[in-house]
């Protein structure tokens, strides 16, 4: 295995409707690719603390589905879902996303997922694109509303990161 | 919500470094342009364009005094895109930090060839 190098990620937003993440995993792509498909997988790692997953269905090809529910330690519920685009297993997929509550389920995201290989490290690349500006907005209104209270913690600590 | 306008100047003044690192520093209190030039490899002119696109976005605003232009950062319109941007990331770090221990596990569980 590769001495353990630490990954960051990084978020940028590459134009006013795409948010990209990029972040390197010592594994090879084939691992990294079955580990963001498989629910007996996504399980291990979606939740990441902040929820418990309590439904896992993921199919990325034409035609297929998904969906996530999950439960926040004080008993918020929140699910998302969408339908396949492409799956080319192990280079990357497309499917759509959507916060499920009434003001944005109709307004899903693309989300383009990349996977590069090289010495053994695993590049990621994910990009969500809104349909339109407004889409986007409504979906930080939204994601304000129903998320973490949007306290100047947060702000203090993007902040603090530079 | 802001004005959709508006929320773009945001997104497009955050996904600079330089702007955020400026930012930072006008957290910590108002400064003139020549005060925010230091810290980085970059002129005051560079950094009078950077301004620009803060102002803009309404992220900060600037003193009339022709030499000194004190900058002194907004926080509205800030808190609202750049709190949701900060929890977004927040997650999927985290999401992230678990992917990687998963994948530590399947190696070890199965050494791959």
Redesign the interface.
């Known amino acids: 295995m590769n001495a353990a190098a630490k990954h960051e990620m990084i978020l940028t937003t590459p134009s006013d409707r795409e948010i990209t993440l990029t972040r390197a995993f010592n594994a090879p792509r084939e691992l990294v690719f079955k580990a963001l498909t498989t629910p007996s997988l996504i399980r291990r790692w979606w939740g990441a603390g902040h929820a418990e997953m309590t439904a896992c269905d993921f199919d990325a090809r034409a035609g297929g589905t998904w969906r996530f529910e999950a439960k926040t330690p004080d008993g918020y519920e929140l699910a998302f879902f969408g339908e396949g685009r492409e799956a080319d297993p192990p280079a990357g997929m497309v499917y759509t996303e959507a916060f499920d509550v009434p003001e944005v389920r109709d307004r899903p995201s693309i989300v383009t997922v990349r996977l590069r290989e090289e010495n053994g490290i695993t590049t990621l690349t994910t990009t969500s694109r809104f349909a339109s500006v407004e889409d986007r907005d409504m979906v930080i209104a939204t994601g304000m509303e129903h998320g973490a209270a949007a306290s100047y913690d947060a702000l203090e600590a993007l902040l603090a990161e530079q | 919500?802001d004005s959709?306008d508006q929320?773009?100047a945001v997104?497009?003044a955050?996904?600079d470094?330089t702007r955020?690192?400026i930012?930072?520093r006008l957290?910590e209190g108002d400064a003139t342009v020549k005060e925010l030039a230091e810290p980085f490899a970059i002129s005051a002119p560079a950094v009078t364009k950077h301004l620009k696109v803060l102002r803009r976005a309404g992220l900060i605003t600037q003193g009339r005094e022709a030499q000194w232009r004190p900058c002194r950062i907004e926080?509205g319109p800030?808190?609202?895109?750049?709190?949701?941007?900060?929890?977004?990331?927040?997650?999927?770090?985290?999401?992230?930090?678990?992917?990687?221990?998963?994948?530590?596990e399947?190696?070890q569980e199965k050494p791959?060839t």
């Open positions: 919500m959709p929320l773009d997104f497009a955050l996904a470094p955020r690192a930012l930072a957290r926080a800030l808190k609202e895109a750049a709190a949701w941007i900060d929890q977004y990331r927040q997650l999927w770090s985290d999401r992230f930090g678990r992917l990687d221990g998963l994948l530590q399947l190696q791959s």
